[in-house]
């Protein structure tokens, strides 16, 4: 047999290699003399049986550095753990490919799939507004020497002064209605100046015209249109939180009033106790009653939602003595009146039990309700234990971060097409250029609308993030104000009812709470509805109107086009097939922006 480079003798060591350039495997390490296999034959005889040496140093109290040894000593449970781990590692250096668990499984993507967690996406959809932010820089930077137009920005500068100071009378005349409030309360009972009376005319005759006043500065200080589109939309907000201030305080001054009543029981009213509606859904607000209320409820209304009346021949009572009939009634009358009176007296008192009016009437209270991110007034909010300033601070960022976003979009691939367009739809009067025909300028429009597809999708998210994520969250946190619920999952809505409810809660929670379910009594429900879009649809046609200077109605036709189109959307033909009715939403959404913005600019 031919010699190795090295020779392997009985006493375990071995001789100096002849060639100390070559590479070999790493020596092992010297085994103990009583535990060594020794053969002189050969090379091949020297190597001992993998288990009978793994055994042997079991045997011995020696492990390759894996593991603790195991004392001879002890207890099973210990000894059949580490045979079962030498076992188990012993399994694994003889397979060759390991193996690999299968299971029945979906993809995260799949309908059935419970993951819900894609906030890479999110990161990635802020990395691509990134790079497409950067590379317009550069664009700029190379065509102009600048980085940005300043077409856009230079209107954020003009007549900032003006905005600041016509928006602080704009906030303080909104508190005109805490006055006059406390008017209606300090009115006698039945005089004329009650809030039943005469305090909710009074109250909605100023709030229209506050809202007229404050509508027509900025056409009358010939504002910009960005400075004008703030401004609106904060007169706007203003206007919605004046009249859930004034017409909840309202309720509450007559519900009181009726409660200081009935410490006089024979002469006071002892209908059932109106209680205020609220923003949730009706069969929330039925289940969030106290069992008091609830049994008042059912003891005072009938079927139809109005009071039973109690008549002392009803039931089994003609067949009582008339002292006892008597003694009953009265009975009757005092628990009547007790569960009344507790009725009114919760009313009154939040719902987490803190505050109870008419404590809530300070300039603390409605100036900490003017700070929060709500339109819809309660006598107490939940609060956060503290203010959480790095997340403060990082939505303030984002505002801004927002706004420089949105400048681009506008400055780069908004205005330009816009202005393209409106130089084709009209042309400069020269011999030899015709207007364009009706077939070119429908082309035209549709070009136009074609090509703001895109940028108008991303200002339409960008315009959603600023606003119900950053914005609202930073009034949140710096006011503490606990529920930041301000919208849901509008972008798996397969209607526009079901997008109304799930894109701007608090709106949709204003609109609820004081035009749906204040009507609702009165004219039905789909009544109801159709006022509730009515005012909506109006209030965005306000804004565009004052943002183009022009009264076209595209957007109140569009918004009130959403009724018939959910109507057909609840038929049998296309109800459940949730994948095609998103799919709608997506088509019709970002179409309709597009196109609403060709139109209001162009036509």
């Known amino acids: ?206 709030q229209v015209g506050w809202l007229a006043v404050w509508v027509a500065v900025p056409f009358w200080l010939e504002w910009t249109w960005t400075a004008q589109v703030f401004f609106l939309l904060h007169t706007m907000v203003l ?19 009726r409660l200081r009543a009935l410490d006089n029981p024979s002469g006071a009213n002892r209908d059932p106790a109106y209680l205020y509606p609220t923003s949730e859904d009706p069969l929330r607000d039925q289940a969030s009653k106290s069992p008091k209320q609830a049994k008042s409820s059912e003891k005072h209304e ?62 603390a209270n409605y100036l900490d309700y003017l700070l929060c991110p709500t339109l819809c007034y309660e006598l107490e909010y939940p609060r956060t234990p503290g203010r959480d300033w790095t997340s403060l601070i990082s939505k303030i960022v984002a505002v801004f971060g927002c706004i420089f976003l949105l400048t681009i979009i506008s400055e780069e691939f908004i205005l330009p097409i816009l202005i393209e367009s409106s130089l084709r739809l009209n042309p400069p009067m020269a011999p030899g250029i015709l207007p364009p025909s009706a077939t070119e ?12 597809l895109f940028p108008f999708m991303l200002t339409f998210l960008l315009v959603f993030l600023v606003i119900f994520e950053y914005a609202l969250g930073a009034c949140a946190e710096m006011t503490r104000f606990g529920d930041r619920q301000f919208y849901n999952d509008w972008w798996n ?49 306000i804004v565009m109107a004052c943002i183009t200077k022009k009264l076209r109605g595209y957007g109140f036709i569009c918004q009130m086009l959403q009724l018939p189109i959910v109507m057909l959307q609840r038929t049998k033909l296309v109800r459940g097939k949730k994948t095609l009715n998103n799919v709608m939403f997506w088509v019709s959404m970002v179409m309709g922006l597009s196109m609403i913005c060709s139109l209001y600019v162009l036509v």
């Open 1 to 206: 047999m031919a010699s190795t480079a090295t020779d392997t003798h009985t006493n375990g060591h071995t001789n100096t290699p002849v060639h100390e350039h070559i590479l070999r495997p790493r020596p092992r390490k010297a085994v103990h003399s009583q535990l060594s296999t020794v053969s002189n034959v050969s090379e091949t005889s020297s190597t001992c049986d993998a288990s009978s040496y793994g055994s042997a140093l079991a045997e011995s109290g020696m492990t390759s550095g894996r593991s603790t040894p195991v004392p001879a000593d002890a207890p099973p449970s210990v000894k059949s753990i580490s045979s079962a781990k030498k076992s188990a590692r012993a399994e694994q250096r003889r397979r060759i490919f390991p193996t690999i668990e299968y299971a029945s499984r979906v993809s995260h993507f799949d309908p059935n799939s419970d993951y819900r967690d894609f906030h890479g996406f999110f990161n990635l959809f802020w990395i691509g507004l990134a790079i497409m932010a950067i590379t317009t820089m550069l664009r700029n930077i190379k065509d102009t020497g600048h980085p940005m137009r300043v077409q856009i920005w230079y209107l954020f500068t003009i007549k900032t002064w003006h905005l600041a100071i016509a928006d602080f009378p704009m906030v303080a005349t909104t508190a005109v209605s805490v006055l006059m409030h406390r008017v209606f309360r300090a009115a006698p009972a039945n005089g004329p100046l009650t809030w039943k009376t005469g305090g909710m005319a009074i109250q909605s005759l100023y």
């Open 239 to 257: 206007l919605m939180k004046m009249h859930s201030w004034a017409f909840y305080n309202g309720h509450l001054c007559e519900t009181e009033k």
């Open 302 to 363: 009938d079927t139809n939602g109005s009071p039973k009346k109690r008549t002392a021949s009803s039931g089994s009572s003609e067949l009582k003595p008339a002292d006892a009939l008597l003694r009953t009634a009265g009975h009757e009358s005092d628990e009547e009146v007790s569960d009344l009176r507790e009725d009114l007296a919760r009313e009154l008192t939040s719902p987490m039990g803190n505050i109870a009016y008419p404590r809530n009437l300070t300039w």
């Open 441 to 452: 300028r429908l082309l035209i429009l549709a070009e136009t609308v074609s090509w703001l």
């Open 493 to 541: 809505s397969t209607d526009w009812m079901e997008f109304s409810r799930e894109w701007n809660i608090p709106v949709y929670s204003f609109l609820r709470r004081h035009v749906y379910s204040a009507s609702r009594p009165h004219i039905g429900r789909m009544r109801a509805t159709v006022i509730t879009f009515l005012i909506s649809a109006i209030g965005h046609e």
